[in-house]
């Protein structure tokens, strides 16, 4: 009966021990390693820049109900300075325009404009609000006038230093040669390239 009882618990202890004590090898995994993110650099439109440009637009001479128009090419030059404050880019720019009109004769087109305009990186749309001089001598009629100029643009940044560009503007000016009601209104769409220093 000893016998049995010792065999009995040898039996016990044996099987107990196989129970609890099969561990499974350990395998062991390479460590992963983090692909690296491509930070892009963030766009800075702060500078001053100049360049030329070239269009087309229409002009409306209107008086009473009235009106006659013409259509001409431009072309001149610009510069100007613009700030980025992170997303709001804010500048002013000064540019001339020599206007060839379609039919005969020419004119002379200055204006000086601010502009805002929205940081997307290496796009640029903006709005300009200021004042345009126009002024022309053709068949001894003399024209010198100041009115309004308005638009929209974009540009986009092809390098760091030079970008290309479009824009429209509307040009507004009343009371032409003190004529009250004789205005002049021009609409121009212009392409653009700029080196930014």
Same mark, same amino acid.
């Given at each position: 009966?000893?016998?049995?009882?010792?065999?009995?618990?040898?039996?016990?202890?044996?099987?107990?021990?196989?129970?609890?004590?099969?561990?499974?090898?350990?395998?062991?995994?390479?460590?992963?390693?983090?692909?690296?993110?491509?930070?892009?650099?963030?766009?800075?439109?702060?500078?001053?820049?100049?360049?030329?440009?070239?269009?087309? +637009?229409?002009?409306?001479? @209107?008086? !009473?109900? &009235?009106? $006659? %128009?013409?259509?001409?090419?431009?072309?001149?030059?610009?510069? *100007?300075?613009?700030?980025?404050?992170?997303?709001?880019?804010?500048?002013?720019?000064?540019?001339?325009?020599?206007?060839?009109?379609?039919?005969?004769?020419?004119?002379?087109?200055?204006?000086?404009?601010?502009?805002?305009?929205?940081?997307?990186?290496?796009?640029?749309?903006?709005?300009?609000? +200021?004042?345009?001089?126009? @002024?022309? !001598?053709? &068949?001894? $009629? %003399?024209?010198?006038?100041?009115?309004?100029?308005?638009?929209? *643009?974009?540009?986009?940044?092809?390098?760091?230093?030079?970008?290309?560009?479009?824009?429209?503007?509307?040009?507004?000016?009343?009371?032409?040669?003190?004529?009250?009601?004789?205005?002049?209104?021009?609409?121009?769409?212009?392409?653009?390239?700029?080196?930014?220093?």
């Amino acid at each position: 009966m000893k016998i049995t009882i010792a065999a009995l618990a040898t039996a016990l202890s044996a099987g107990t021990a196989f129970a609890g004590g099969y561990v499974a090898p350990v395998v062991e995994t390479q460590p992963v390693v983090a692909e690296p993110v491509a930070t892009v650099a963030p766009s800075d439109w702060s500078g001053f820049y100049a360049g030329l440009q070239y269009g087309q +637009g229409d002009v409306e001479l @209107s008086l !009473d109900g &009235d009106s $006659a %128009d013409e259509d001409f090419d431009a072309y001149g030059v610009h510069g *100007g300075y613009q700030r980025d404050f992170g997303r709001f880019v804010l500048g002013g720019e000064l540019d001339y325009n020599r206007l060839d009109l379609d039919q005969g004769g020419d004119g002379d087109l200055v204006r000086l404009r601010g502009r805002a305009g929205y940081d997307l990186g290496r796009f640029l749309p903006y709005a300009s609000l +200021g004042a345009a001089h126009i @002024s022309s !001598d053709n &068949d001894g $009629a %003399d024209l010198s006038e100041t009115g309004l100029v308005y638009g929209l *643009g974009m540009n986009f940044k092809v390098s760091e230093r030079f970008t290309v560009g479009a824009e429209y503007t509307r040009h507004d000016f009343n009371d032409v040669d003190d004529v009250d009601g004789l205005d002049l209104e021009a609409d121009m769409v212009q392409i653009r390239g700029s080196i930014r220093f």
